[in-house]
């Protein structure tokens, strides 16, 4: 029988949020009028609704954007990716994610700077960067700062990720926008080791919090650990 969840606004419209059985797995959803749009309400509306799931109930949950034409085409994806969710729903079963972003602080990275002689040349003003003269010294000053970025995002792996990729039950790294973000991670830890893998993260901020920022968030749904490409096959 479906269940209903509650409500969201979604393009400016109140709808049900319900759900739509095939043998043991549901999909949540709810009705909508014309395209769905990555619009703000729209963005907020579908995390809701995996949030609410998320306190009772395993979710696999699927990106923003997965519109169908009726519930019987979620009916036929339910039952085309049978085997896929069941063995996902036992992997995901009482767990969550959490995220760590770690940003290097300036202090830190400027003592870096002055430790290499080359770079404090050129920190200290002694070098014209606008001397077109200096071009080759320029490519070779960029490769070198690059190179102390590196050496920055290799230690927060060894030191903060490693650690915390054993501490959980899985672990990803992301991209990282270049400049001083040098850890970019998401985990996949088992609610019943919740607070133990928090007080992890509180013991590895202490040793790095005169280096740098943590970013700490969650628990979010597991979007890291999920890969399913949505299809209705003729």
Known sequence: MPKNLGKVIINGEETAIYTIHHQDTAAVVSRVNGEVLPERQNLLAHQQGIMEVMKTHT??????????????????????????????????????EVGLKVVAKQKWIDGLIEQDPYLNEWKSGKKDASDPALLYEKIQLGEQVQRV?????????????????HAAESGKLNSIVPGKTILNAAFLIDREYEEA??????????????????????????????????????
């Not at 970025?149 to 990729?165: G, I, R, S, V, Y």
């Not at 005169?210 to 490409?229: D, L």
């Open 197 to 234: 893998f928090d007080e992890k993260v509180n013991q590895l901020y202490e040793q790095w919090k005169e280096r740098a920022e943590f970013k700490y968030s969650g628990p979010w749904p597991p979007y890291n650990f999920v890969n399913i490409r949505l299809r209705i096959e003729q």
């Open 149 to 165: 970025f590196n050496h920055l995002e290799q230690k927060a792996q060894e030191e903060l990720f490693t650690p915390l990729f």
């Open 59 to 96: 979710v696999i949950p699927m990106s923003f954007g997965n519109v169908f034409n009726s519930e019987e085409d979620v009916i036929l994806i339910l039952e085309h990716l049978s085997k896929e969710l069941k063995a996902l729903f036992s992997q995901l079963e009482n767990k969550l």
